[in-house]
């Protein structure tokens, strides 16, 4: 099993973390965060130049034809950038899913409007804490005649605030815990969605969801036996979000060594500290276990080999990890570390933020000692 990013894998992640260290700094970012814009139109657009936005679907269906490790290999540039613009809810989520059900011509044509950055996407799906197993999906879609009636809520669906179109997985038959009567139906807000805008702790864009008896055309529905896609959906998001921990892991890691060379007390750096070079060394650790877990867990994708335990043993990694280097970061940075004026607060709300989504440490973990 090959660990390492081919020369074109290499190139391209060059590419994006070269262009996103250029114009995409902290100040930059803050300001973006700051404002009434949930990201940047222009970041956007390059993106999509840069190819990123058709890389992992199939060449027949428009896109370049990305593998799994291409997305990681992107990933993790975009969490060492803390990038918010929309390409999880949008591309990894949104687009993963109509690539899935390409044979109905609505996703067809939604897939390559969101390809071509005419449109955004956003993926309806968590509905509490335990939703991120697609089992649990409660929301209901009756058949009213030749319609489908859905009832039911949606809570923080990133990037649902300015999607143009929603995925929205919903359950035709059965209880909450059956994978069988599972639904993936397309909805465009405008038709008697109600959305509440929330901001996450980490700045990002999202809204509850709510379906108050509304109705979509029959022709709206993507698959009826749809839960083996929607588990292929969030498998990617939980490679993607991993890799994007990793990132960030990665920037806290250098950022708070670079800060304890130069802080100085008692006349010297802060880092000749034996207690400080410990830290140091425990957030290294973690940082290298989370990046083996999660190449070795993509090789196990790209291989098709990939199970739901092994998806569940990297998103408890990395949330358990990521939480240690975050603490150890704002420990070493003493107060100022808790501010908004250093880019060390903001790294650690973005992994709490993806500890948080798609199941918490504590909820993989339940999983993996479950037998997933």
Avoid: C, N
């Avoid at 490679?239 to 892991?249: C, K, N, S």
């Amino acid at each position: 099993m090959d660990f390492s990013f081919t020369d074109e894998q290499a190139t391209l992640r060059q590419s994006v973390a070269g262009y996103l260290q250029k114009s995409y700094d902290v100040a930059t970012r803050r300001e973006l965060v700051a404002s009434e814009r949930p990201f940047s139109t222009e970041v956007w657009r390059t993106l999509r130049d840069l190819g990123l936005l058709a890389l992992p679907f199939p060449e027949e269906l428009g896109g370049y034809g990305g593998s799994v490790v291409d997305l990681v290999a992107v990933a993790e540039p975009f969490g060492e950038a803390l990038l918010v613009e929309p390409y999880l809810p949008s591309v990894v989520l949104a687009g993963r899913a109509l690539a899935a059900t390409a044979e109905q011509p609505s996703a067809r044509d939604w897939l390559t409007r969101l390809m071509t950055g005419e449109a955004l996407g956003a993926f309806a799906h968590e509905e509490g804490p335990a939703t991120a197993d697609p089992t649990r999906v409660a929301l209901q879609a009756e058949r009213v005649g030749d319609r489908l009636r859905l009832s039911g809520d949606k809570r923080l669906v990133l990037g649902a605030a300015e999607a143009d179109v929603l995925v929205v997985t919903a359950r035709l038959t059965g209880e909450p815990g059956s994978p069988d009567g599972l639904a993936l139906l397309l909805v465009e807000p405008g038709a008697g969605v109600r959305l509440t805008p929330v901001t996450t702790v980490d700045g990002r864009s999202a809204a509850h969801v709510s379906f108050d008896g509304v109705e979509v055309a029959a022709d709206q529905l993507l698959a009826d036996d749809a839960y083996a896609v929607v588990a292929d959906v969030v498998g990617l998001a939980i490679l993607v979000l991993a890799a994007e921990a990793v990132g960030a892991m990665g920037a806290l890691l250098r950022q708070t060594s670079e800060y304890a060379s130069v802080r100085e007390q008692f006349g010297v750096p802060i880092g000749t500290f034996q207690a400080v070079a410990h830290r140091l060394a425990d957030m290294k650790i973690a940082h290298t276990q989370a990046r083996a877990t999660l190449l070795y867990t993509t090789a196990l994708a790209e291989a098709g080999r990939a199970a739901a335990y092994d998806l569940s043993v990297l998103k408890a990694q990395v949330g358990r990890l990521g939480r240690r280097v975050g603490e150890a970061a704002i420990q070493t940075h003493g107060g100022v570390g808790m501010t908004d004026e250093l880019a060390v607060g903001h790294y650690v709300k973005r992994l709490l933020a993806i500890d948080a989504m798609l199941g918490d440490s504590e909820h993989h973990l339940r999983r993996v000692g479950a037998g997933a």
